[in-house]
């Protein structure tokens, strides 16, 4: 079993995130939770002869091949454990397995938040909850945290300079671990996140012979608009595996569903619309000493957004609205915070527009830092252009402020208009001027829309709710496969 590691629990969960979201892969920055986003063209991946295409595992090295066939011809002798409680009747807490390439405290993006605030809540339902992950290279291998134990492992190609790769490489070594803790756990059922798994999702129902639910937090068709190059068809495939092979499909939003349904023709009644959760944090009482490092200005209202600084954020609509809304409210700046391949880019149209004492790119901040500012800005937004669900807006409201975002993709399921929030356009900085400027002169009004957006998070975006309608569809799967076993 996993024990405890070098850290307790609150420890970890006071763990300063930044030590966790560097690690040494040469790609790192061009990754946005789900997505690749290089400039220069990927690296010959699709036609090389030595390369080979195994039905399950998809492209890899004919070392990747090799590692792989040992792994599935030769599982761990020790499932006879598992045999053996289930012969005895023993009746013990149900084992999911959840994988996720990222678990805090390694943070990529907004999917780490998700399935720690699921875990959390199944493990509160009953469940013992197993995460495998990725370790970016300084966290410990097993870890026992807030209930939840925490496997994280390498890839095989740990230092790869190639993001597929790696992500290739990691699904092995998922597959290795799983087959692994087979020996000391019964899973009943497997929760993937995302395309990243998909390949040791897919493997591992097939030979742990257990029912696999999979959600879909994004797909490569919306981010991008479309299809357009090698790199996303191969991810739309990876996408279109993983609905196909799982048992049922859980999505965060209207939009998504939509979205999956017509993308990969995806019967209605294989899918199933769960959104994201918030855990209300513990906001500071005094900005002073964790905003330090942020440049907040005394006397001034600040306008705040988070995210991954990628082009579907939409942080260049705030950048072309700035000088206008600035020229209008001299006691306005903006602080961005985020990492992402935009960034440097984003940096440099500030400095060419000479907004840089208005207009404040600060890059990555810890959880501190964030619920700080969150306490610390007059209004919050999200002006993105693609948005399946997004958790940054719940975060703005559960901590009382009054949050703009656009009208798109599952935001739209968020807020209603001018009752707990507002809607901008997407990608239109008119738009956004004019709710922000009806915030910024109806304090009142701001202040009673933040209050109404509060009380309707806290009611309907709660993780154990969340956690519950999870339960149901686990609670089915189960149930179908063991008919499919009576009856076989």
């Known amino acids: 079993m996993v024990a405890e590691g070098s850290r307790n629990s609150d420890q970890v969960s006071k763990l300063k995130l930044e030590e966790c979201t560097h690690p040494s892969q040469p790609w790192i920055d061009h990754v946005s939770t789900y997505s690749y986003y290089e400039k220069e063209p990927y690296p010959v991946l699709f036609t090389n002869k030595d390369r080979v295409v195994n039905p399950i595992m998809g492209m ?281 391949p935009m960034l440097d880019e984003y940096r440099s149209r500030v400095k060419q527009a000479n907004l840089e004492n208005k207009v404040f790119f600060v890059g990555f901040v810890t959880e501190e830092i964030k619920s700080a500012l969150y306490k610390a800005c007059t209004i919050a937004v999200f002006p993105s252009k693609y948005e399946p669900f997004g958790i940054v807006a719940l975060e703005a409201m559960i901590a009382e402020k009054p949050t703009i975002v656009s009208n798109t993709g599952g935001l739209k399921g968020i807020i209603q208009h001018k009752e707990t929030g507002l809607f901008m356009t997407p990608g239109d900085a008119a738009s956004f001027i004019d709710q922000a400027a009806f915030f910024l002169e109806n304090k009142a009004e701001a202040q009673k829309i933040a209050q109404n957006g509060k009380r309707m998070v806290e009611k309907e975006f709660g993780w154990q709710k969340i956690a519950i309608e999870t339960k149901k569809i686990f609670d089915q799967v189960m149930m179908n496969q063991e008919l499919i076993d009576i009856q076989s």
């Open 60 to 340: 890899h090295s004919e070392r990747d091949s090799s590692e792989w066939l040992n792994l599935c011809n030769n599982p761990p002798l020790a499932n006879s454990i598992v045999c053996s409680k289930k012969a005895n009747g023993i009746k013990e807490r149900p084992e999911i397995l959840l994988l996720a390439w990222e678990y805090p405290p390694h943070l990529v993006g907004g999917l780490a938040k998700h399935v720690h605030g699921l875990s959390r809540g199944l493990h509160r339902l009953g469940y013992k909850v197993i995460v495998i992950t990725a370790n970016p290279g300084h966290l410990v291998d097993e870890e026992l945290m807030e209930g939840i134990h925490i496997y994280r492992v390498k890839s095989f190609h740990a230092n790869n300079h190639h993001f597929l790769e790696w992500v290739n490489g990691l699904n092995i070594a998922i597959v290795q671990k799983a087959l692994e803790l087979s020996a000391l756990y019964h899973f009943a059922v497997m929760h993937a996140h995302d395309w990243l798994v998909s390949d040791s999702a897919i493997s591992l129902k097939l030979y742990l012979h257990i029912p696999l639910i999979s959600t879909i937090h994004a797909t490569e068709h919306g981010r991008n608009k479309g299809i357009y190059t090698e790199l996303q068809k191969y991810i739309h495939e990876k996408e279109r595996q993983l609905i196909n092979k799982t048992d049922h499909i859980i999505v965060c939003s209207d939009y998504m569903n939509v979205e999956v349904m017509e993308l990969f023709e995806v019967n209605d009644q294989k899918i199933s619309i769960i959104p994201n959760g918030v855990e209300e944090n513990q906001f500071p009482e005094c900005v002073g000493e964790i905003g330090a490092s942020m440049p907040l200005q005394v006397n001034k209202r600040l306008i705040f957004s988070i995210g991954r600084i990628v082009r579907e954020k939409g942080f260049d609509t705030l950048i072309e609205a700035a000088r206008l809304i600035c020229d209008r409210f001299h006691d306005v700046y903006f602080i961005i915070a985020g990492k992402g």
